[in-house]
């Protein structure tokens, strides 16, 4: 982010504008759940008032912090890295949720079951889009492989994203998924390398990040198939 002018104090607070009644902090505390933001605070660093208006609870949703800290932060970074380089991009970002959702603390919160992202750059020479649906988990798989067509996220959610723009266009945009017009950040954690030995008795080992061989009889090995 360039004109940096705030910096963040982490105030969670309830949203003034809210009168019917919204989340607060208790319902987050000791639920496992992180304050999942919706629009990033560090999106918000050329302006005070965003900054602080960002901690409203109101802009917060239950996210598991196997997402809210890995890959979910991971696209955030990478959009304000396109951000930077595109000059302009409208973002659309939102929950997902079916029925038998799970509520946390005593206002009973829902917990979506996803999360959805849509990235648009609206301008010449390449116009473009881009969309994610991601479970409400921490993430087995790349980014790449939760980007979806807008299309698609319109039928699952019911909901009409660019509707403002020209029919034309809409469909452009919205009924394909070109990863080629982006960079995307690797965000799949490599596994430690499990395989068979070549001798004749068919016993396995694994070889640890430090290139150390763990064979299946050390007290190390059956742990280190969990990972």
Not at 16 to 44: C, E, F, N, Q
Not at 133 to 162: G, H, Y
Not at 196 to 209: D, E, Q
Request: charge should be positive; hydrophobic fraction near 35%; include cysteine.
């Amino acid at each position: 982010m360039q004109n940096k002018v705030a910096k963040r104090k982490d105030n969670f607070r309830l949203d003034p504008v809210i009168k019917t009644g919204s989340a607060i902090l208790a319902d987050y505390k000791g639920s496992g759940y992180d304050r999942g933001y919706l629009a990033p605070a560090d999106d918000m660093a050329w302006s005070k008032k965003a900054m602080s208006e960002s901690f409203f609870l109101t802009n917060m949703s239950p996210q598991v912090p196997g997402l809210n800290r890995g890959m979910w932060r991971i696209l955030e970074e990478q959009i304000r890295k396109w951000a930077l380089k595109e000059q302009e991009l409208y973002i659309i970002t939102g929950p997902i949720i079916r029925p038998n959702y799970k509520t946390i603390g005593p206002n009973k919160v829902t917990v979506p079951q996803w999360y959805y992202k849509i990235i648009v750059d609206y301008h010449q020479p390449e116009i473009k889009a881009l969309a994610f649906m991601i479970p409400n988990r921490k993430p087995q798989k790349a980014l790449q492989s939760f980007a979806v067509s807008i299309d698609k996220l319109e039928e699952v959610t019911q909901l009409d994203f660019l509707n403002l723009l020209p029919q034309k266009v809409q469909m452009q945009l919205e009924s394909k998924v070109n990863l080629s017009q982006w960079k995307l950040p690797a965000t799949k954690a490599s596994k430690p390398k499990v395989s068979k030995s070549k001798a004749t008795t068919g016993s396995k080992y694994w070889i640890s990040s430090t290139n150390k061989r763990h064979n299946s009889t050390c007290r190390y090995y059956q742990n280190s198939m969990l990972l």
